[in-house]
Structure formats: C-alpha cells, structure tokens
C-alpha cells in the first residue's frame, strides 16, 4: 500500500527555519510529480511547491524566495527548506504525489511572534 510519511516540522519564532522531510513509498516514486502542500485552521488546502521528477520546480507566489522544495529519489524522500517563516506559515504540511490521492498524515510547523 501507498505510506507517506511527514517529519521535521515543530514550533519556531518568525525568521527561523526549518526542513521537512517526507518519505514515499508503494509508488515508482522518481517518475511522479510532488507536491507540498498546506492548511491553516479555517483554511482550505493549498500547494505551496511542486517539482517534476525532472526537478524543474514552481512556488505559490507567498512563499517565493524563501522555501525550496527538492528531492532525493534513492531515498524516496521528498524535502522542503523553509527559510525567514512567518506567522502566516502556519498549517500543517503534507506531501503528496501531485496525481494520485494519496495523503499522509502531515506535520505541524507553528511560527510564533
């Protein structure tokens, strides 16, 4: 069965950073589309960064320039660098192969003042 497994998320101040991991597998993981996505309470869900399996990558423009999504398709494992976070930032983040409707879990990340 598909297991998606999210990890590194935690409390942080405003400006800090942190990196999420997100483990794959049950698919052919290097050949799919990933995504990162999120939601905030009272919030729908939203992509916030896609990459091909070719490693070509897009960004909702809010968080442009300071978050980087990258994989390591040996590991099944899909990555995002969130640098300067803001209050706005926090949602649970969840990873998820862009076609397929497949969720896990998520992971918390909460910016505090």
């Known amino acids: 069965q598909v297991r998606i497994v999210e990890s590194g998320g935690g409390l942080v101040q405003s400006g800090e950073s942190l990196r999420l991991s997100c483990t794959v597998s049950?698919?052919?993981?290097?050949?799919?589309?990933m995504g990162w996505y999120r939601q905030a309470p009272g919030t729908q869900r939203e992509l916030v960064a896609v990459i091909t399996s070719t490693g070509n990558t897009n960004y909702t423009d809010s968080v442009k320039g300071r978050f980087t999504i990258s994989r390591n398709n040996a590991w099944n494992t899909l990555f995002l660098q969130m640098n300067s976070l803001e209050l706005e930032d926090t949602a649970v983040y969840y990873c998820k192969p862009v076609s397929l409707p497949y969720w896990g879990r998520g992971t918390q990340v909460t910016v505090s003042s």
């Open positions: 049950g698919i052919n993981f290097k050949i799919y589309q």
